[in-house]
Nanobody, 123 residues
Framework: QLQLVESGGGLVQPGGSLRLSCAAS????????VGWFRQAPGKEREKISCISSNGLFTIYADSVKNRFTISRDNSKNTVWLQMNSLKSEDTGDYYCARTTGGCRNQRALFGSWGQGTQVTVSS
């Protein structure tokens, strides 16, 4: 199956930073917008960011805006999520997925979900 691979999670203190990676192997992301999602224990999955196929358009959920930055390098077939000023409520499992729709399409379907990477923010 075609799956993305997330990495870079770990344990960090409040106020710290992490950089997550989302890599595609064996297929191209050139024609796909890519979204980052997270799921905290006992809560529904939340879409937190999205980047257009060419990297020129990005969106962020209010919960992470001004703290997280999404970027991509299509030559490396990779998307990153830089997370700064982390809070305890950022704790959860983080996933990336691709869509043939655009970031501005609220009904776009995402696929190629990976196994996720765990982020824990705790003192």
């Amino acid at each position: 199956q075609l799956q993305l691979v997330e990495s870079g999670g770990g344990l960090v203190q409040p106020g710290g930073s992490l950089r997550l990676s989302c890599a595609a192997s064996g297929f191209s992301l050139d024609n796909n917008a890519v979204g980052w999602f997270r799921q905290a224990p006992g809560k529904e999955r939340e879409k937190i960011s999205c980047i257009s196929s060419n990297g020129l358009f990005t969106i962020y959920a209010d919960s992470v805006k001004n703290r997280f930055t999404i970027s991509r390098d299509n030559s490396k077939n990779t998307v990153w999520l830089q997370m700064n000023s982390l809070k305890s409520e950022d704790t959860g499992d983080y996933y990336c997925a691709r869509t043939t729709g655009g970031c501005r399409n609220q009904r776009a379907l995402f696929g190629s979900w990976g196994q996720g990477t765990q982020v824990t923010v705790s003192s």
